[in-house]
């Protein structure tokens, strides 16, 4: 069993910076893969970026050279920077784990970029 808490969104202006934070109940070193989604209202969730254990990452087109996934064993934390927000990127964002076929999900946390 893996507990996620998500922790670091708010409201930001456009151009501007957060950075969101996962804090896992497992040592993060030994989950295959971890990611972050994001949701925004009507529209489906979606991946935003990927990080595997062997430190592989993959963006989704839109937040390429803006967002950067990464982790903190030490921590147990997983952490996405993101740059230049855009309003099209307010969502709740959720953090994910896959670990040995089962998949966990955080409780979201909220990213509103507005002027």
């Known amino acids: 069993q893996v507990q996620l808490v998500e922790s670091g969104g708010g409201l930001v202006q456009p151009g501007g910076s957060l950075r969101l934070s996962c804090a896992a109940s497992?040592?993060?070193?030994?989950?295959?893969?971890m990611g972050w989604y994001r949701q925004a209202p009507g529209k489906q969730r979606e991946l935003v970026a990927i990080i595997t254990s062997g430190g592989s990452t993959n963006y989704a087109d839109s937040v390429k050279g803006r967002f950067t996934i990464s982790r903190d064993y030490a921590k147990n934390t997983m952490y996405l920077q993101m740059n230049d927000l855009k309003p099209e990127d307010t969502a709740v964002y959720y953090c994910?784990?896959?670990?040995?076929?089962?998949?966990?999900w955080g409780q979201g946390t909220q990213v509103t970029v507005s002027s």
């Open positions: 497992a040592r993060i070193f030994s989950i295959n893969v």
């Open positions: 994910n784990a896959l670990n040995r076929g089962t998949e966990y």
